[in-house]
């Protein structure tokens, strides 16, 4: 074993110590001790609650990548293909494209302004970089 894997293996121990110490003097509502996760995790695979919730999870995540592809890539290529599109909407797809997800995931905490299905939220932040993407290419193809 090399000695970067021994550092990296001997932080990782130190860390799981101190958070099982730590944890299991906290409320476990706030913060909880890595044996009880674990012991949820298999509890969950064993129930198979945790295949079910997952299985919802990623349709979701495949459903909203595809709409957020779909609408990104028709956008860029039209931001591409006519220039008064461009100019007016440029703009805003860089302001999107370089703001940080954080302030991206406002909309979620508020579903009166952004009323879609909340599993679909994040993905759907992803609209900007397909725009982005698609318009460079096509523009850079004329």
């Known amino acids: 074993m090399s000695r970067r894997a021994k550092v990296r293996l001997l932080s990782l121990v130190i860390v799981l110590t101190l958070w099982e110490f730590y944890g299991r003097r906290v409320n476990p509502i706030l913060f909880t001790y890595p044996l009880a996760i674990a012991r949820a995790f298999i509890d969950l695979v064993l129930s198979g609650e945790l295949q079910s919730y997952m299985k919802d999870s990623l349709l979701v995540l495949l459903y909203a990548s595809i709409l957020s592809v779909m609408v990104g890539v028709f956008f860029g290529v039209v931001m591409g293909r006519y220039a008064l599109v461009e100019w007016a909407t440029d703009i805003y ?19 009166e302004i952004a009323p ?24 850079s193809g004329k």
């Not at 797809?93 to 579903?111: D, E, I, Q, R």
């Open 93 to 111: 797809v860089n302001a999107l494209y370089s703001m940080p997800m954080v302030a991206k995931s406002l909309p979620t905490m508020a579903p």
């Open 116 to 139: 879609t299905p909340a599993a679909m939220r994040p993905k759907l932040k992803a609209t900007p970089w397909a725009v982005a993407r698609t318009r460079v290419g096509k523009s």
